[in-house]
């Protein structure tokens, strides 16, 4: 089966502007999680999607940050406007039962560097 | 709340040696606890897991952990260093049920030397 994927894999933009992170889960996977890692960072969760619904999103820094999961399929995290600080790398993740004992699959990750 | 401990930022151990990463956690109720693997330019990977069941846990690459609840400890060890384990080590907790977010050390990066 396909794995989680994510794109753009980088992207560099100047500071005050708008950038969009997609992901496409795995086929069938209800939910949908976004991570970060800031450098130097542990990796935080940012927020859980089950279908199209968000099911936590406590970890969402402010109010920059958008994300959506229409129709319960693929997902897009922006940031509007972009600040120096959101530079890291946006994992997504995507698991086919509530509850973490099962695992998530992760995908490769996006690179943002805000300059 | 839940906190995961990684002491240390790198290891550098020789070919053939022994590994050991350190994982201590903090929960208020029996966690779920998780190993992932980072390779260069990939995503994250997971190792292995611990849901309860045995406390040594096996996982892929001949890694394995062991739950101590005493010690509230996670390690995660491989008898024979290779190559091709030099990557960044994470180590995650867990509650079970709907709120399944992952909580994070800072990852441990193992460096294998010839």
């Known amino acids: 089966e396909a794995g989680v994927t994510q794109f753009p894999s980088h992207s560099v933009i100047e500071k005050g502007q708008t950038v969009t992170l997609r992901c496409d889960p795995i086929s069938g996977h209800d939910n949908l999680y976004w991570y970060r890692r800031v450098m130097g960072k542990e990796i935080k969760f940012l927020l859980h999607?089950?279908?199209?619904?968000?099911?936590?999103e406590s970890g969402m820094p402010n109010n920059r940050f958008l994300a959506e999961r229409t129709g319960g399929t693929y997902s897009t995290l922006k940031v509007q406007p972009a600040e120096l600080e959101d530079s890291g790398v946006y994992f997504c993740?995507?698991?086919?039962?509530?509850?973490?004992?099962?695992?998530?699959?992760f995908g490769s990750g996006t690179r943002l560097t805000v300059v | 709340a839940q906190s995961v401990t990684q002491l240390g930022s790198h290891v550098s151990v020789s070919e053939g040696a022994l590994v050991l990463l350190r994982c201590n956690y903090s929960s208020s109720v029996p966690p779920y606890l998780f190993w992932y693997v980072q390779y260069p330019n990939q995503g994250l990977q997971l190792l292995l897991k611990y849901t309860s069941a045995a406390t040594l846990v096996k996982g892929i690459n001949g890694f394995e952990a062991e739950f101590k609840k005493s010690e509230t400890s996670f390690h995660l060890t491989k008898p024979s260093a290779h190559m091709s384990d030099a990557a960044e080590y994470f180590c995650a907790v867990s509650h079970t049920g709907a709120n399944s977010k992952l909580t994070f050390g800072k990852g441990i990066t193992l460096s294998v030397r010839p």
């Open positions: 993740a995507s698991s086919q039962l509530i509850g973490s004992g099962y695992g998530y699959t």
């Open positions: 999607f089950v279908k199209e619904s968000k099911q936590d």
